[in-house]
T-cell receptor, first 113, second 113 residues
Framework: ETGVTQTPRHLVMGMTNKKSLKCEQHLGHNAMYWYKQSAKKPLELMFVYSLEERVENNSVPSRFSPECPNSSHLFLHLHTLQPEDSALYLC????????????FGSGTRLTVV | RKEVEQDPGPFNVPEGATVAFNCTYSNSASQSFFWYRQDCRKEPKLLMS???SGNEDGRFTAQLNRASQYISLLIRDSKLSDSATYLCVVNPISNFGNEKLTFGTGTRLTIIP
């Protein structure tokens, strides 16, 4: 496996469900990110982890809970979501240095019903 | 003022034509700049970094004007495969030494046969 892998690719969940999104990077990067992409809006930064420490929480509701057990894995735990949370959730990783950009995973398309 | 502003388009351009996009950013202290490409229902992929001296990669040329705080992307001899959304991306500050990228909403380009 190379690059950044996200699972599942698609997820439909009810408002009372609990689910988790998984991200794994095979690039030896030391920073990982969760972004949300909604229709006709720019990508919104949700969380940043650097060397497994959360360095940013961008005013995200507590129904989204990230976890970074090591520098290669990142999870986003979801519970009691709202229909407006339906979006594409993208994981990314970076070398942790300015000027190198990110590598994104293929995303999880989430629908909350 | 938005942190990163792009014309959403759509730009409908005949095959073989030259097309240019501009993007403006609000933070004069911004450190790194990129163009990403996003195909429909796929993740963003790094197209090219943008350097102060300007840079070229095949048919693609990127320019940065720090004084006016804008970035441009020029595509020459456009191909059908260039149809995508082009995202202007800026790192407004260095946060713990990591990239923390801010994305524009994207410019939709369609190349017409």
């Amino acid at each position: 496996e190379t690059g950044v892998t996200q699972t599942p690719r698609h997820l439909v969940m009810g408002m009372t469900n609990k689910k988790s999104l998984k991200c794994e990077q095979h690039l030896g990067h030391n920073a990982m990110y969760w972004y949300k992409q909604s229709a006709k809006k720019p990508l919104e930064l949700m969380f940043v982890y650097s060397l497994e420490e959360r360095v940013e929480n961008n005013s995200v509701p507590s129904r989204f809970s990230p976890e970074c057990p090591n520098s290669s894995h990142l999870f986003l735990h979801l519970h009691t979501l709202q229909p407006e949370d339906s979006a594409l959730y993208l994981c990314a990783s970076s070398q942790g240095r300015v000027g190198y950009g990110y590598t994104f995973g293929s995303g999880t398309r989430l629908t909350v019903v | 003022r938005k942190e990163v502003e792009q014309d959403p388009g759509p730009f409908n351009v005949p095959e073989g034509a030259t097309v240019a996009f501009n993007c403006t950013y609000s933070n004069s202290a911004s450190q790194s700049f990129f163009w990403y490409r996003q195909d429909c229902r796929k993740e963003p992929k790094l197209l090219m970094s943008v350097y102060s001296s300007g840079n070229e990669d095949g048919r693609f040329t990127a320019q940065l004007n720090r004084a006016s705080q804008y970035i441009s992307l020029l595509i020459r001899d456009s191909k059908l495969s260039d149809s995508a959304t082009y995202l202007c991306v800026v790192n407004p500050i260095s946060n713990f030494g990591n990239e923390k990228l801010t994305f524009g909403t994207g410019t939709r380009l369609t190349i017409i046969p």
